[in-house]
C-alpha cells in the first residue's frame, strides 16, 4: 500500500468557490503530479513537480495551480470552480530515478454544481 | 504525435483462462513500458515494468512482453480469477514522464 494521502475523496461544492485539494506523501519522493480522470477516460496530467519550489504544467491545460513548499505535500488549488471542473483528481509521487514507477493516491471525486 | 492504443472494448473471460491485453504505441521510442491496474474510483496500482532490452518479464500469474519493433506489449494474466476484474493500463516511459494508455476493462465471469 503507498503511503500517499488525498483530501477530500469527495467533494461537492457550488459555482465560483474556492477550492484546495490536499495531496501528501510520506515516502521522501521527490516528484509529483496531478492528473485529471473523466470516467472510463485517460489520465490527463495536469500538474507536475521535480521537488520544493519547482512546478510545471502538463499536457491538459488547467485552470488550477499548484504549489511544492514541502516535500511531502502537493496541493491543488482552484480559485473559482466551474461545472466543468467536474471530474476524478489523483495524485502521485515517483522516487525520481530513471524509471519512473508512480504511486498513486485514492482521489477525490469533484462535483460542481 | 504520441500515441497509445489499447482496446476500448471490454475484454470478457472466463474464470481460469488467461487473459491478454494489447498496448500499441506511435511515435515513442520507451526506454520501459509499466503495467498498472485501476479499480473503479482508486487511482491506479503500480504491477510490472518491462525494459528496452527485456523480452518478458513475470510476476507470479501475470506476464508481460515488449517487441520494440513491433511497437508492443503484451499483458498475460494466467488462471484468471474474478478478482482480476479491473481496467489495465500500459504507460510507456524514458526520459519524459510517462503517458498512460486509456485502459483495457478486463471481466472475469465466475
Known amino acids: 500500500e503507498a503511503d500517499i494521502y488525498q483530501t477530500p475523496r469527495y467533494l461537492v461544492i457550488g459555482t465560483g468557490k474556492k477550492i484546495t485539494l490536499e495531496c501528501s506523501q510520506t515516502?521522501?519522493?521527490?516528484?509529483m503530479y496531478w492528473y485529471q480522470q473523466d470516467p472510463g477516460m485517460e489520465l490527463h496530467l495536469i500538474h507536475y513537480?521535480?521537488?520544493?519550489?519547482?512546478?510545471e504544467k502538463g499536457d491538459l491545460s488547467s485552470e488550477s495551480t499548484v504549489s511544492r513548499i514541502r516535500t511531502e505535500h502537493f496541493p491543488l488549488t482552484l480559485e473559482s470552480a466551474r461545472p466543468s471542473h467536474t471530474s476524478q483528481y489523483l495524485c502521485?509521487?515517483?522516487?525520481?530515478?530513471?524509471?519512473?514507477?508512480?504511486?498513486f493516491g485514492p482521489g477525490t471525486r469533484l462535483l460542481v454544481l | 504525435s504520441q500515441k497509445i492504443e489499447q482496446n476500448s472494448e471490454a475484454l470478457n473471460i472466463q474464470e481460469g483462462k488467461t487473459a491478454t491485453l494489447t498496448c500499441n504505441y506511435t511515435?515513442?521510442?520507451?526506454?520501459?513500458l509499466q503495467w498498472y491496474r485501476q479499480d473503479p474510483g482508486r487511482g491506479p496500482v503500480f504491477l510490472l515494468l518491462?525494459?528496452?532490452?527485456?523480452k518478458e518479464k513475470r510476476k507470479e500469474r501475470l506476464k508481460v512482453t515488449f517487441d520494440t519493433t513491433l511497437k508492443q506489449s503484451l499483458f498475460h494474466i494466467t488462471a484468471s480469477q474474478p478478482a482480476d476484474s479491473a481496467t489495465y493500463l500500459c504507460?510507456?516511459?524514458?526520459?519524459?514522464?510517462?503517458?498512460f494508455g486509456r485502459g483495457t476493462s478486463l471481466i472475469v465471469h465466475p
Open positions: 518491462i525494459r528496452e532490452n527485456e
Open positions: 515516502m521522501g519522493h521527490d516528484k
Open positions: 502521485a509521487s515517483s522516487p525520481g530515478q530513471v524509471q519512473e514507477t508512480q504511486y
Open positions: 511515435n515513442y521510442s520507451p526506454a520501459y
Open positions: 504507460a510507456p516511459g524514458g526520459s519524459y514522464i510517462p503517458t
Open positions: 513537480s521535480y521537488g520544493v519550489n519547482s512546478t
